[in-house]
């Protein structure tokens, strides 16, 4: 399938979404208890018509950036991933993905993916914060913040019920200038920018 690149990474692109992904890929990832195992998503069933208006919600909303996952080795769209809540006169967003093909946990895939949307946000939406709430147990993605340079804001106590309990939430983020400090570690993504500008 020919697909509108946005931005490439050195293992994966992201790229616009279809509601055709919506439908056969987003929905099922939707129905898979391993993939929104620590999400709220995944509680209630997802029907194809409330599939199709988050597809129309999200792409008609200029403060919601929502963007697929491609591995380039084989060209597969594993995952959705994208900048929420884009507020512009606080200068921040939140970030959120969600990889729905299980087989490419694991890779790194997911960090390179975040590292590419902070850059994103950080150097062509302008923003000063990209934030996020994780679960405390979900230790893929809790390291994968963590070592891109994000920091705990805070404990959201049983924040979600979720598999029979419920779990506390961190809240995290990064601002520009420690995004700035820890940018000269990550690879270069050559589609975005080079350096990091003030
Ligand atoms: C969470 C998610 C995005 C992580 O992406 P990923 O590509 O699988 O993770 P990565 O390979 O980039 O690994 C991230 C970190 O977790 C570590 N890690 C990998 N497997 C791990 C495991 N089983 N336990 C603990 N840490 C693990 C990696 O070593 C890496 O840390 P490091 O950079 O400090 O070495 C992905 O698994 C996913 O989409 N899961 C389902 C939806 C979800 O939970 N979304 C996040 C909501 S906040």
Known sequence: MNRTVFLEGNRCKLTVLSKDDYEQSYFHWLHDRDVTYYLTRGTYPTSIEQIRNSYDDVSNNPNELELGIINKEDNKLIGVAGLHCIQAIARSAEFRILIGEKQYWGLRLGKEVLQMLIIYGME??????????????????????????????GTLREEIFRNGRFYDVTRMSILKNEYIAHRESWPTYSCILKKPSL
């Not at 062509?124 to 705990?152: H, M, P, Q």
Request: proline share 0%.
């Open 124 to 153: 062509i939406l302008n923003l000063n914060k990209v934030w996020l709430g994780v679960s405390n147990e979900n230790d893929k993605a809790f390291r994968s913040y963590l070592s891109c340079g994000f920091t705990a804001e």
